[in-house]
């Protein structure tokens, strides 16, 4: 039990380090000031890549507790709070409690960015737009990115 505590509490540090750079990159976004987008992006993108190496050690962990308490392999953490006797029962829980703010903290300040992120494409095609470029982009059902031709307009003056 002590094994999978020590993991969730790497687990809960590496979290709220997230929800810290999440932050931050909606403070670049809502700034403006762009130019710092790429590194915090890549702040997260390296924290997230740490963490799915803790996922993987939280399991091991939480198999080894399942083990220990007479559980099935993949257990939750509310399985295994029920089943663990105090004080490691509050201590799960109190894991768990604190994983959910944390997942519910992240969940909002990602949408936040998302709509940040969506509102800045809108803006700077409807720029681009206006500056003359009269091209459009589709995508193939494959994903791939189509740019429709500048289309030139007959006009018939004689009406």
Do not use: F
Not at 107 to 125: C, F, N, P, V
């Amino acid at each position: 039990m002590d094994n999978l505590s020590q993991v969730l509490w790497r687990e809960r540090e590496m979290l709220e380090a997230l929800a810290y750079r999440l932050e931050v990159e909606r403070l670049v976004l809502a700034s403006g000031r762009t130019r710092w987008l790429v590194n915090a992006t890549r702040d997260i993108e390296d924290l997230i890549d740490d963490l799915r190496a803790t996922e993987v050690l939280r399991a091991a962990a939480a198999d080894e507790a399942a083990v220990t308490l007479g559980l099935t392999p993949n257990p939750s953490l509310a399985a295994l709070a029920e089943a663990a006797s105090d004080p490691w029962a509050g201590i799960l829980r109190d894991h768990r409690d604190a994983l959910i703010d944390l997942a519910r903290d992240i969940a909002e300040t990602s949408e936040d960015a998302k709509g940040l992120l969506t509102a800045g494409y809108r803006s700077a095609r409807e720029t681009l737009l206006a500056i003359g470029g009269t091209t459009t982009a589709s995508y193939t059902h494959a994903g791939t990115v189509v740019a429709d031709a500048p289309r030139h307009h007959l006009v018939d003056r004689s009406l």
